[in-house]
């Protein structure tokens, strides 16, 4: 670190506001050695009398400047003087410059190693901007284009941030998974400090962080974040860097939705890249959200009950378990139908976009803006050390997301939110939830070739998913060596293992091993529907697709699951159309040394017949009803084999361990 201020006490922005009686103007700034001399004029205005002349002002620290008098004579001071500059934008969004920024005048200061800059900041007068008055700010950048401006960050609404017992996990083991890291030697480091960065996690360092980064960018060098957190809205990451977050710092998102884009890191289009360091990435993900209608449960339900299908997204009645856990949760719409306007927050926390190339690991992120890590169109990512620690009821806030791409692996990472925990995709586009992203209409594709390992995922909706956007096909897909769980909160993850194709993508070889769930309700959840979220991109396409796509070649063993609530579905589809009935199967599915232990406490089962088709609705295991078997109901499928199963129910079942309905 090459800066000899200590920016946190450096007055800024505002040096020297207007009042009634006095308006600055016109400043001019002169450095000599660790003297900073600052000229501008002062108009003085008593009753109807206006007086006007140029003042001075000096600093030796930054922090004090003397009180302005006038200019003894029309000498110059001594040292060198400011060159005029152009004025950023983002210093009339201070009250007191509201009505503009001119006059801004820089020059290099030697002492905080980078240019130091003072402007005259305009403010209408009696509401109006027939007249004005200024005042004088100051700001530092290291290549005059990014400024420091020291915007203290304002919440767009400050009354949110609020976190319930059951929120968090409290027994994440982040000594297994995050290391203390030094930086190897003969890095080419660019301190984020250097850049104006201010470290105490209220003053917006955007433009800082950003200068850091672009810096780096010119020759592969390190980004370093350290000595504290940084508030920032969206940062871009570039091609060649290391962004290193030391164990001791964070970067913080802004709480004002003004500051960003769709990411509030992007790595768009970009090479070689990592991002590590043991420190945080941090979203403050409960101030882009309304509070829940209810907080978190923490005692167990006594009884599980299920809506009758899915007739509504909360899922009535209020004694479901689907209403229960969906009730808790903090949604950016209107869910709870109080009359709110839906908040338009950024799609990702950490987003890698059509990038190659790109190592996440020893890293934390923490609270998500809304989805976590999102893994985009891009190939050869590895994700290992990570932990993801979220606030389980921000909706939206799945853990990794991997879309549209291929060679990513994810290997020993902790997993704790509120939507899925790790998830593969393939949408025809970006976006949900009227969240629209910059480029939602850039183009897709399928997703092949992802190895997940040795993670373990604290879920309140599906712990592993293929889904629900599925657009695209999607193949080769491995998962091993995982544990899957909520212990703390109720009810239990929605499902363990989630294979979903609800958009017409073919979904095959699947291999799924070595799996441990606790307190997980649905142990495994295959599900064949039509629900066409994006529609089609010509009349080939809609031929093709409209009827759904498959679900084919997947295998499932060695899984042990302890406190299961409902039996795990397997189900393809059928329909009926302009007379014609439609049906499509899930085919070739193998589930071998599988076994399951139910939470002995009781049930309400409503089960009809026939059960629920779930053909265009959002595929959920709790959304068919109660089903006429514990342990697996299959349907609409062929070529599905159990081998050394067991599943052992309530003390109160009265349902058939297998039930098969249209298969061969």
Known sequence: MNCNVDLTRVKAPLLFEASKEIS????????????????????????????????????????????????????????????????????????????????????????????????????????????????????????????????????????????????????????????????????????????GAVSDGETLSTEAVQAAVDAAATCGGTVLVSGGYYCVGAVHLASGITLWIHSDSALCASRDLENYGDALIGCVGAEAVTITGGGKIIGR??????????????????????????????????????????????????????????????????????SRNVAIRNIIIEDALDWTLCVDCSRQVRVRDLVINGNRHVANTDGIDIMGSSQVEVDHCFVSCADDGICVKAPMKQGHDGINIEDADAEMGGTEQIHIKDCTVVSVMNAFKIGTETYFDIKDITVENCRFMLPDIYPGTVSGISIESADGSHIQNVQIR?????????????????????????????????????????????????????????????????????????????????????????????????????????????????????GFYIRHAEGVCLEDWEVIPRTMNTREAVVREYTD
């Open 24 to 195: 600055w103007s016109n400043p001019k700034l002169y450095i000599k050695d660790d003297l900073r001399t600052l000229v501008f004029t002062g108009c003085y205005k008593k009753g109807e009398e206006v007086k006007s002349c140029r003042v001075v002002s000096r600093s030796r620290d930054l922090i004090s400047w003397t009180v302005p008098v006038p200019l003894e004579s029309e000498c110059r001071p001594e040292g060198e003087e400011g060159k005029d500059v152009r004025a950023s934008e983002s210093w009339s969004r201070f009250s007191w410059a509201s009505a503009g920024v001119c006059s801004a005048n820089a020059l290099w200061d030697p002492q905080l190693h980078m240019y130091l800059a003072v402007y005259q900041g305009n403010r209408p007068v009696n509401g109006t901007d027939d007249e004005t008055e200024g005042s004088i700010g100051i700001a530092v950048s290291r290549d005059l284009t990014h400024w420091q401006s020291f915007l203290k960050d304002h919440p767009t609404y400050p009354g949110h941030g609020v976190i319930y017992e059951g929120d968090y996990y409290p027994a994440i083991p982040f000594s297994e998974y995050i290391h203390p890291e030094e930086l190897p030697a003969g890095e080419k480091v660019f301190d984020v400090r250097d850049f």
């Open 285 to 354: 993900g409960e101030y882009f959200v309304y509070l829940p209608q209810n907080p978190p449960l923490t005692v167990p339900m006594e009884v599980t009950k299920l809506p009758p299908f899915l007739y509504d997204p909360m899922g009535y009645p209020v004694d479901s378990i689907r209403y229960t856990y969906r009730s808790r949760i903090r949604y950016a719409e209107d869910r709870y139908a109080e009359g709110l306007p839906p908040i338009q927050r950024p799609m990702y926390t950490v987003w890698i976009r059509s």
């Open 514 to 630: 070595n799996i441990e769930m606790d307190k997980v309700c649905c142990p495994v959840f295959i599900c064949l529907n039509m629900r066409n979220k994006y529609g089609f991109l010509n009349d080939e396409d809609r031929e093709e697709k409209y009827y759904g796509g498959a679900i084919e070649n997947i295998v499932i063993e060695h899984v042990r699951a302890f406190q299961t609530e409902v039996p795990s579905i397997l189900t393809g589809f059928q329909t009926q159309e302009n007379g014609r009935v439609i049906e499509r199967r899930i085919k070739d599915i193998q589930i071998r040394d599988f076994q399951a232990v139910y939470r002995d406490n009781k049930e309400d089962l409503d089960i009809r017949n026939p059960v629920y088709e779930n053909v265009r609705d959002y595929p959920e295991n709790n959304a068919f009803g109660d089903v006429p078997a514990y």
